[in-house]
């Protein structure tokens, strides 16, 4: 049944699947304590701790992890105002899209097969079951990287009541440049493979309220209004990738997100015209700070 699964995503143009074992994922709850400990968490993932370390409390009798990597990078633009992963139609709506197709397909094959999928907002570490499913390691950057599309991927995960066989974790890192520990505008990869999600631009972009004066220093850093892409620019490990080969990755692609558009459209348009977009999820207004404190325009 693994073969029949890994073929029928070949089949969609998703060349990187893994599954990833189902257990209390102890290295991980570890891991992740220290970060709490640290005060290293941003808010975004899933607050109860045991539903991050085991499936089992997602899905009863989960009995493996499938997992897909999706490549996302087609070009560098030169002058874009927003990071790589926002160019395309939102990564959420065509990553779930995939996984649920997936997980129809082996609802068909698999006597009462079922399953939960996700991307980004699941309970799960999405990069922790990429690592365990065999699809990557960890850079100093904390990006789960691969050989052949560097870091540049976004992660879809089923949680599933079939037992696929799980992969093996690789056993290497990123080469431990500190290239990225060095260009990070927040100073705040520390050389351990964690971060401190806290001072990242890419969590700034997306914050809500007033920004600290700190924050606005480490804003005004790039010229990106959206994100931040400086710790997978300057990776070796993302020289000389493979472009994406998912249609739905190299078309619909905008770059910039202009200040006088933004000024002059209402919220509702705002959403007409960006509302499946990643950028989109905290609203114009947040856009308009940004590019106001990076422009110096206020
Ligand atoms: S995304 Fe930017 S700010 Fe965040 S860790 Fe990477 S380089 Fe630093
Ligand atoms: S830039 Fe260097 S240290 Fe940072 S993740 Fe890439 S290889 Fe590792």
Redesign the pocket.
């Known amino acids: 049944m693994k073969k029949d699964l890994i073929k029928f995503c070949e089949s969609l143009g998703i060349d990187n699947v893994g599954i990833a074992p189902v257990e209390i994922y102890k290295d991980f709850e570890s891991i992740y304590k220290r970060q709490i400990e640290r005060g290293h968490i941003c808010g975004f993932e899933e607050k109860n701790i045991e539903k991050r370390i085991s499936p089992y409390l997602t899905l009863e009798d989960a009995s493996s992890v499938i997992v897909c990597l999706f490549p996302y990078y087609s070009e560098s633009k030169e002058g874009a105002n927003i990071s790589k992963y926002a160019y395309t139609l939102d990564y959420h709506l065509i990553v779930k899209r995939f996984l649920e197709i997936i997980g129809e397909y082996l609802k068909d094959k698999i006597d009462n097969f079922h399953y939960k999928a996700f991307v980004d907002n699941g309970p799960l570490s999405d990069r922790y079951v990429a690592y365990k499913a065999g699809l990557g390691f960890f850079g100093i ?2 990006h789960i990287i691969t050989d052949k599309y560097g870091s540049y991927i976004f992660i879809g995960y089923i949680i599933n009541n079939y037992n696929f066989e799980p992969d093996m974790p690789q056993n290497r890192t990123c080469i431990q440049c500190f290239n ?1 520990v060095k ?7 520390l050389g351990d493979f964690t ?1 401190n ?1 806290l ?6 972009t997306q914050k809500k309220g007033q920004l600290s004066d700190s924050d606005r220093i ?1 804003l005004k850093k ?1 010229n990106l209004i959206w ?6 620019d ?1 990776c070796p490990h993302n020289m000389n990738i493979e472009k994406t080969d998912i249609k739905e990755f190299k078309e619909n692609l905008i770059y910039n997100i202009e200040y006088e558009e933004l000024k002059h459209i209402s919220n509702k348009e705002f959403m007409r015209r960006y509302g499946n977009r990643a950028f989109s999820w905290r609203g114009k207004g947040i856009l308009i700070r940004n590019h106001e404190i990076i422009n110096d325009s206020k």
């Open positions: 950057n904390n990225c260009a990070c505008p927040g100073q705040c990869i971060i999600p001072r990242c631009k890419s969590f700034i480490i790039t994100g931040c892409d400086v710790c997978q300057v």
